[in-house]
């Protein structure tokens, strides 16, 4: 559980989507489901001022009942963006999304954004990498390996 994020990120790729603040929730919404993702950015200026997700859609837009076609994401996002940096091993970000209740994250270095985790992301990674080791250890039991 040593393996940086950084990793996660070579293998998934880097692409994040952001919106501005300035649209409605509808916009975003529609963003979101075009392009299949849970959770957008929200950058002004490119600089990322908020994140809104599936969950906020659910509890800020549709709990709270909001018209989407009239509120604003500056209204509705999240502004305190918990990030974390390339060298955050996969065990550090589980650490966060268990403690702050959060299922995506940010990659930032020196202020620039190098691309986006997410539970599923690091649940993939256990899997594959729990996956390969039981793998590894079938073919030394039954002798796959020369000694």
Known sequence: ???????????????????????????????????????????????????????????????????????????VMTTNVLSVTSDTTVEQTMVIFAEKKCRHLPVIDDGKLKGLVSIGDISRWVADTSRAEADHLKNYISGGFPS
Request: charged residues 30%; contains cysteine; proline residues 3%.
């Open 1 to 75: 559980m040593d393996t940086p994020v950084s990793a996660l990120i070579e293998r998934k790729g880097s692409a994040v989507h952001a919106v501005v603040s300035t649209i409605t929730i509808k916009e975003a919404v529609a963003e979101m489901n075009k392009k299949r993702i849970g959770c957008i950015l929200v950058s002004d200026a490119g600089k990322i001022v908020g994140i809104f997700t599936e969950r906020d859609v659910l509890l800020r837009v549709v709990g709270a009942d909001l018209d989407p076609k009239k509120v604003l994401m500056s209204e």
